[in-house]
C-alpha cells in the first residue's frame, strides 16, 4: 500500500507512546490546582468573577496574608517599636551614641537536644533563619553605631576540641559560697557529638558569621566569651580558650564609645583557680584597669596644640586630672559580663521578666547562675562601674547592687536571649543610649544619668507556629464542609471539564477504528492489505485517570469521592501557599 494510502489515519501525537516529560505535563494539567491558570472558551465575566470570589480563593488569600504576617511584618514592627525617638529623653539638640547589645544567641548544634535527623535540622534552620532576620532587621532599621555581643555566641562551642578537660577539672569544677561543686557528667552528651572535633568548630564559626555578618561603618564587638563558649572556672581548656582568642579577639578588653569606658570582663576565665593560663591575663586587666581607664589617647582631658621653643619642657596636666577617681566621673565605666553578680537568693527581677522566678543562686556541670560573693565585690571595686549588663540567664532581670562600705549604688541589667529556643517565648535586646557631652565639668556624670536603656521583644516565634496550626485546622474545616454542601446539593465542581478534547479524541479515534475494519474487505477485493487498525484501548491507559476522575465533569460517588474531592481541595489550596512560603523562605 502506498503512503497516500486514504486509510491511513492522520499522525497525531497518540498514534506513539508519550514520553515521560508529555505524562508528566499532561498530569499536571489535569489537576485541578492548575485549573486557575488556564483559559477556557465561553467564559463570562460572571463566571470568572464567581471563580475569583470562590472559597478557595479566599482561603488562598488568607494564608498568604497570614504567611507574610508571620514571615515579614512581625519581624519589622516588633523592631519599629524600639526607635530611638519613641524613648530617648535627651535635651534638644543632643548627638546620643546609639548601640544595641546582644545575649546568649546560642546557636543551636548537636549539643543543644538530643533529637536527630530531620527534626534538629529544622530547628537549626527555622533557629538561624529568625536570628538571622532579626539581626539585620535590627541593623537596617536602628542603625546602632556599636553593637556588643555578652557571650554564648555557640551552644557547644566549648566541646569541640580535641583535647579533653584536666583531671582536677573534672574532680571539682567551680567554686561556690557553699564551697566547691563536684563535675557531673554532662546531661547533654550523646554519643555522635563527642566524636566532633575542631573541624566541626570552624563550620560553627562560618556559621555563626552568616547569622550576624559586619556592617560597614560600624562597630561589632564578638569577643566576650560565655559558659557554653569556653566554658567556666576550672572546667576551661586552654586550646579552647585559645582558639576563641585566635577568631575573636582578647576576651577582656576597654571599648571607649559615647564618652563612656566600656569594660568587657571574661568572668568565666576569671572564676578559674587552677590554671594561671586561664585565669591570669584576665586577673592582670582587672587589677590594672584603673590604669587602662586612664590613658591619656583616650580618657585624659585634651589640651589645645602649642609649639614649645628652646626646648622647654611641656607643663604637666594638673594633678587631680591625672587622678583615675576624676577621670572615671568624667567617663563613667559600663560593666560587660556574661554571667551576673552575686545577689541574695530570691531577689526580685522587676516587671519586665517574663519569668516569675528570680536567678537561682547555684551552678552545675559547666554553669553558674552568678558570680562568688568574693569576685563580684573585687569586680564592683576595681571597675567603679555605674552600669553593668550581663547574659547568661536567657530572661530579663533588674538589680541594684551596693558597694562595700555603702558608697554608692551600681545598676545591674541582665538581658533577654537572642533566640526563641532558649526557655522563653520573646527574645530580646537590649538598646543604650549614650550621652555625656565632651567640654563639660569633670564630674557632670554625677549630675544626672549619661545612659539610658530600652528593653526590645523579638517576635513570639512558636505563638506564629501556633497561628499556622490554627489556621491549617480552619482550611481543612472550611474545605471539608465546602465540598460536603457541594456534594449534597448535588452539584460537582461548577467548573468546566480540565480537558475537553479527551472525550472527543476518543469518539475519533473510535471512528477511524469502524473506518479501518470496513475498509479491510474492500481491500482484500482489491488485492490490497489493509492496514491492521490500531488498539485504541493500549492507549486508554494514558487517559484513564482523567475519564474517571470528576476533573473531567463526572462525579466522583461515596465516601472515597468524597475524600478524593476534599484531597483535591487542600492541594489546590497547598500548592498556592507553600509555593509562596518558599520563595519567602528563600528570600530572606
Known amino acids: 500500500m502506498s503512503s497516500s494510502s486514504p486509510y491511513r489515519p492522520a499522525h497525531n501525537k497518540y498514534n506513539s507512546e508519550p514520553s515521560f516529560l508529555d505524562q508528566a505535563w499532561a498530569q499536571l494539567r489535569r489537576h485541578r490546582a492548575w485549573r486557575p491558570f488556564q483559559r477556557r472558551k465561553g467564559q463570562t465575566w460572571k463566571s ?251 580618657a585624659a582631658p585634651k589640651y589645645p596644640h602649642t609649639i614649645i621653643k628652646d626646648g622647654a619642657a611641656p607643663s604637666s596636666p594638673a594633678d587631680d586630672a591625672q587622678d583615675p577617681e576624676t577621670l572615671r566621673n568624667h567617663l563613667p565605666t559600663i560593666l560587660l559580663t556574661h554571667v551576673p553578680l552575686y545577689r541574695p537568693p530570691n531577689t526580685p527581677c522587676g516587671p519586665q521578666r517574663e519569668s516569675s522566678n528570680p536567678i537561682s543562686i547555684r551552678g552545675g556541670y559547666q554553669y553558674q547562675n552568678v558570680l562568688t560573693p568574693e569576685l563580684s565585690s573585687d569586680i564592683l571595686q576595681k571597675t567603679s562601674a555605674k552600669y553593668v549588663f550581663s547574659g547568661d540567664d536567657h530572661d530579663y532581670c533588674e538589680v541594684d547592687h551596693m558597694y562595700t562600705g555603702g558608697q554608692g549604688r551600681v545598676h545591674e541589667v541582665t538581658i533577654k536571649s537572642f533566640a526563641w529556643t532558649m526557655g522563653i517565648r520573646r527574645p530580646g535586646f537590649l538598646l543604650v543610649s549614650l550621652w555625656n557631652p565632651e567640654g563639660g565639668p569633670l564630674d557632670s556624670a554625677a549630675e544626672g544619668p549619661t545612659l539610658e536603656s530600652k528593653l526590645c521583644l523579638l517576635p513570639d516565634q512558636i505563638g506564629t507556629f501556633l497561628c499556622y496550626v490554627k489556621m491549617l485546622f480552619g482550611t481543612l474545616v472550611l474545605l471539608a464542609v ?36 470496513s475498509s479491510s474487505s474492500a481491500a482484500s477485493r482489491n488485492g490490497s492489505r489493509a492496514p491492521t487498525p490500531r488498539v485504541w484501548g493500549e492507549e486508554d491507559k494514558y487517559l484513564k485517570p482523567a475519564i474517571n476522575s470528576s476533573v473531567g465533569g463526572k462525579k466522583r460517588k461515596g465516601v472515597v469521592g468524597y475524600l478524593k474531592d476534599f484531597g483535591d481541595e487542600v492541594a489546590s489550596v497547598a500548592c498556592v501557599v507553600l509555593g509562596f512560603y518558599m520563595v519567602l523562605l528563600m528570600g530572606w
Open 48 to 298: 470568572k468573577a464567581a471563580e475569583a470570589l470562590s472559597i478557595r480563593n479566599a482561603v488562598r488569600l488568607s494564608w498568604i496574608l497570614l504567611v507574610w504576617w508571620g514571615e515579614r511584618t512581625v519581624f519589622e514592627s516588633a523592631i519599629r517599636e524600639c526607635a530611638w525617638e519613641n524613648w530617648e529623653d535627651w535635651p534638644a539638640g543632643a548627638t546620643p551614641h546609639r548601640m544595641a547589645l546582644i545575649a546568649d544567641p546560642q546557636i543551636i548544634d548537636p549539643h543543644t537536644y538530643p533529637r536527630r535527623g530531620l527534626s534538629l535540622a529544622a530547628t537549626i534552620y527555622y533557629t538561624d533563619q529568625y536570628m538571622r532576620r532579626s539581626y539585620s532587621t535590627l541593623q537596617e532599621v536602628l542603625l546602632p553605631s556599636t553593637t556588643l555581643f555578652l557571650g554564648d555566641l555557640f551552644d557547644g562551642g566549648r566541646e569541640w576540641a580535641h583535647t579533653p578537660p584536666s583531671l582536677y577539672a573534672q574532680q571539682q569544677h567551680i567554686h561556690t559560697s557553699d564551697g566547691p561543686v563536684p563535675v557531673r557528667p554532662d546531661p547533654s552528651a550523646e554519643a555522635d557529638w563527642k566524636l566532633y572535633k575542631d573541624d566541626y568548630w570552624w563550620g560553627e564559626y562560618l556559621r555563626f558569621a552568616k547569622i550576624f555578618p559586619g556592617y560597614p561603618y560600624r562597630r561589632t564587638v564578638k569577643s566576650l566569651p560565655g559558659n557554653h563558649d569556653l566554658g567556666i572556672g576550672n572546667g576551661i581548656r586552654e586550646p579552647v580558650k585559645e582558639r576563641f582568642t585566635t577568631w575573636f579577639g582578647e576576651t577582656s578588653s576597654v571599648v571607649e564609645a559615647g564618652n563612656h569606658s566600656i569594660v568587657l570582663l571574661d568572668s568565666v576565665s576569671l572564676s578559674n583557680d587552677n590554671n594561671p593560663r586561664i585565669f591570669g591575663p584576665e586577673r592582670e586587666f582587672l587589677d590594672n584597669l584603673p590604669a587602662r581607664l586612664s590613658k591619656p589617647d583616650t
Open 482 to 517: 465546602t465540598v460536603l454542601v457541594r456534594r449534597i446539593r448535588g452539584i460537582a465542581s461548577g467548573e468546566e471539564p480540565l480537558l475537553p478534547t479527551i472525550e472527543k479524541e476518543r469518539e475519533r479515534r473510535r471512528e477511524w477504528g469502524s473506518v479501518g475494519v
